[in-house]
């Protein structure tokens, strides 16, 4: 059974930082290209970011292109996301996914219960 869950977020300040860490189970994370979704407050799902598998090739969304970092650690089956320079508007609950298809705008790839990020002054 595919297991992923997510931790790290809270509140932060405009300008501000957090690391989000989602940890999987369940299947061969190596194998898996993985991606960071989020949906902000009475909005929909929204692509942020995807790892491919070997050659670690990364994706990011043009709203946090040059502020957000997508990372892996096949070792440990864990997935990262840093989020620098945080602005009000990332304010979402951030949700880590088994696969790559939310680049294409399909959001049905397995998915763990998300952890809530809060930007505010």
């Known amino acids: 059974e595919v297991r992923l869950v997510e931790s790290g977020g809270g509140l932060a300040q405009p300008g501000g930082s957090l690391r989000l860490p989602c940890a999987a189970s369940?299947?061969?994370?190596?194998?898996?290209?993985m991606t960071w979704i989020r949906q902000a407050p009475g909005k929909g799902l929204e692509w942020v970011s995807f790892?491919?598998?070997?050659?670690?090739?990364?994706r990011y969304s043009d709203s946090v292109k040059g502020r957000f970092t997508i990372s892996r650690d096949n070792a440990k089956n864990t997935l990262y996301l840093q989020l620098n320079s945080l602005k009000i508007e990332d304010t979402a609950m951030y949700y880590c996914?088994?696969?790559?298809?939310?680049?294409?705008?399909?959001?049905?790839?397995?998915r763990g219960q998300g952890t809530q990020v809060t930007v505010s002054s």
């Open positions: 996914s088994k696969g790559c298809n939310a680049y294409s705008g399909k959001f049905d790839d397995p």
């Open positions: 369940g299947f061969t994370f190596s194998d898996s290209c």
């Open positions: 790892i491919s598998t070997t050659r670690f090739i990364t």
